[in-house]
Structures are given as C-alpha cells and as structure tokens.
C-alpha cells in the first residue's frame, strides 16, 4: 500500500457527506454548549444561589488538606480541595444542555410529523403507465383507425 492510495483513501473518508455533517454538528453543538452554560451560569445561578443565601456554587469545596505557608507568607503548598461546587454546576449546566436539546428534538420531530401530514392529505398523482399500457393504447388507437 502506498502513500498516494493511503491519503486518497483518507481523502475519500474524511469528504464523505456524513463526517462533514457530524463535524457541522460538534461545531455547532459547542457553541450551543457555550451558550446554554452562560444561561446557566449568568441568568440561572445567581437568582438561586440568592434564594439560598448567596451561595456561589463554583466555590463549594472541602478542604482535605490545608495550604502550608512559610513564615514570609508565600504558599509552600497548595491546599488539596474537594470541589464539589463545580461538579454541582456542571450537573446543573448538562440538565439544562439536555432539557434544551430535548424540546430542540421535540419540535423537529412535531414539524416533520406535521409536515407528513400534509403531504399525506394530498392526492398521489396517477402513476405513469407501464411500456405494455402504452403499447396496448398504441394498437387499439391503430384499430380504431382502420375502422
């Protein structure tokens, strides 16, 4: 195998319809991602963190091992955290992510039924006659006419 058919059989993969409109969709659905978690993170967490006392879940941790500092003050080591604030967010910004996509799915799928339907409630037009259909119309229009 060599080079020439390596990168033409890569070339063939990577144009295929399919992967480029898979690559579309990642592109598109990590800009919709940036979006839902700025809704999240702007416009749905502060009003609730207020409601529970001004909590700001990204900074919700446990410490499992304090910071050590020398006698000057400088961080000797970092303090080992649990942060269990951020994965809190996160759950809240996949909840939302997946609601969102999910009444996103719901619509399409009631558009394209809607969309069936009407295309349903229309009258299918005659099918075409078959070669023997036009061949017999053929003969008997000849028949008519020798009469």
Known sequence: MGKSSFWHEFKTFAMRGNVI???VGVVIGGAFGKIVSSVVADLIMPPLGLLIGGVN???LH???KPAEYAA???IITEAVTLN???FLQQTFDFIIIA???FLFVRLINRLTTKQKEEEGNKPAAPPAPTKE????TEIRDLLKEKK
């Open 62 to 64: 446990v410490t499992l």
């Open 84 to 86: 269990y604030g951020n």
């Open 133 to 136: 259909e036009v061949l017999l």
């Open 57 to 59: 879940f990204t900074r």
């Open 21 to 23: 409109d898979m690559a």
């Open 72 to 74: 000057d003050g400088s």
């Open 99 to 101: 609601f969102a996509i």
